[in-house]
Structures are given as structure tokens and as C-alpha cells.
């Protein structure tokens, strides 16, 4: 098959043709059809992940296709069906998989980042029955993309972290795929939600796919303030989908007494270890609350309102690419010049 992969961490990504991978016993090989690329697969690309990554490495864990082998001890899954996968794989035995919140799982795998990818022609998914996620014929392989990461990530943190309601105010700082992705959910459950780049394109995306209304951070030389007139006070739930000390700080600073700050966006080295006035959080009774990926038993209620035509994913598709553009694209996201989710749909 052939796929992108790296020899280094920074090293330059070649696109060649390596073996085919075979399903293990509990396990699938899926044909991908589209693959998104997710700023997650830039951090594994810099070394930010290199804990987790072997070299060499195929990146990629947003994707959907078709599955083309079958283990012999998987049960639910057969050759043919169209498929998508969460990024985080569960192991199903694990106390967090027993109570539900396999995207935690204790001894979970991450396709892209523990093992190779999807930036490739053919990916292998262990434990199928249990990650398998099936995908609905009316919704196109290039919609379904980032429906492994961005936007079930999205869902989660609005719907099961925030509990968003109707009329509350949500502010999304960062409007790449998980922050597009975050608006367009939002607004569907009848928030009103402030969108806040630096990038006039990005806040433009931003408003037609939900925003109320937007603040440019360019142009503004207080975020916290123009979110705070805007929403009456604050928002009620404010989400970093960016991951930045900049952006973390004025979510949690902009926020109303009682607001919610869900964490989306990864922070790296000295930017995890964020200072917090906890003076604040107590006499304001805000809440911190991390978000990381969604459970595969999560994803039909998702997958309802995307049928409904209430959520409208590829909406946010930018660029559809070749496998062998990725290269220029992959680097191309240190600078964040990317607008709207980039998607891989050609192979050969």
C-alpha cells in the first residue's frame, strides 16, 4: 500500500509504498477512503507525542472507509460495511470501559499516534467489535473524516462535558476543525456562540456555520472584554479549541459566575502547567473540565442530528487533497494557514 510516514521527529514525510497490514484475530483492515488531517497529527509529527510514537510512523486517526479483511474472532463487523473509527480505542474490559468512558480506556490505542495510521491506503483497527463505529450510506466518506476526532472531540465537550443548552452564550476560542466543529454543535442546540480567531477568513467560516457573532484578537486589545459585552456578562461555557496559554487564559477569564471552561486543545511543554487564580474559581464557582475524544457507543446520537441535517460536517471541509500533497500540508499547519478541515480523498 502506499502511505506518508516519517523516519524523525520534524523530519521531512515521505509518501512510499510499504506492506500491507493484515487484521489481528479481534481486529479489522479497513480500506480508507478519507482521512482528515487534525492539528494532533502535526504535534505527533514534531515529537510533542514522542512517548507513544515508534518510528518509523504512518500518521493519520480521523478517517472513514470501507472494511476490505476480517479476524477471525471478530462477531459484529463484516467485509463491506462503511466504517469510522474514534481516535481513542478501547480496550472493553478496563474499569473505565466497564462504566462507560472508553475514551479514557486504561490500555487504549490510538491509530496515527500508538500505531500507523491512516494517512495511508489501508489501516489496521484491533478489538473491531468494540471500535467499530458503523457509518450511515447518506453521509459521504469526505463528511465522515472527522468523524473520528474534531468533531465527535466537539460533540463530547458540548453536549456530554458542557451540557450547552438554548440560549446559554458559548465562546470558542480558535476556529480551526475542533473549533468550527464546537460552533456548529453549539449553535445547533440554540446557543448563541461568540467565535474569537486572529484570522479574519477563519472568523468568517466561523459565522456561517453558527456564530452569533465573532472577536477578531487582532484587532481587540482585550479578548476578555469584548466577550464579556457581547455575552451580557461572560458566557456560560467557554472552550478552548485551540490549545495556547494566550487562549486558555482568557476562556477561563472571560467566563461568567458558574461557567464552565472545557479544555480541547492540547497544550505543550511549559504551556501545560498553566497558572490559574483558583481566588476565582472559588469565589466565582467556575468549573475546569477536560475533554478527550468519544466513546464509539456515543456516536448514534451524533450520528442522529447529522441525519437530521441539525449538524452539517462537511460544511467545514477546506482543502480535499492527494496523499501526495500531505507533506506540504502537514507542515504547513505550524503557521495555521489552513481554514476549514483539510481532507485526504485520493490515494493513488
Known sequence: MRAALYYGFGDPITVENVADPTPASDGVVIEVKASGLCRSDWHGWMG???????????PGHEFAGIVVDVGEEVCNVRKGERVT???????????????GNQHICDHQFQPGFT???SFA????????DINIVPLPREIEFVSA?????????????????????????????GCGGVGLSAIMIASALGARVIAVDIAKEKLQLALSVGAHSTVDGSDHRNVVDSIQEISDGGPHVSIDALGSRVTCQNSISCLRKGGKHIQIGLLNGDESR????????ISKELQIIGSHGMQAHRYPEMLKMI????LLPERLVGNRIHLDDVPVHLTDMTDFRAVGV???DKFR
Open 48 to 58: 510533542h507525542d514522542k512517548d507513544i510514537i515508534c518510528l518509523p510512523h504512518v
Open 85 to 99: 473509527v474514534p481516535f481513542v480505542c478501547a480496550c472493553g474490559e478496563c474499569q473505565q470501559c466497564v462504566i
Open 274 to 281: 498553566q497558572f490559574v487564580s483558583m481566588d476565582a474559581v
Open 115 to 117: 500505531h500507523w495510521g
Open 145 to 173: 473524516a472527522s468523524l473520528g476526532c474534531r468533531f465527535a472531540t466537539s460533540f463530547r465537550a458540548v453536549v456530554d462535558q458542557a451540557g450547552v443548552t438554548p440560549e446559554q452564550w458559548v465562546t470558542v476560542h
Open 342 to 344: 483539510t481532507v485526504i
Open 121 to 128: 491506503e489501508l489501516v489496521a483497527i484491533a478489538r473491531a
Open 307 to 310: 441525519l437530521s441535517r441539525k
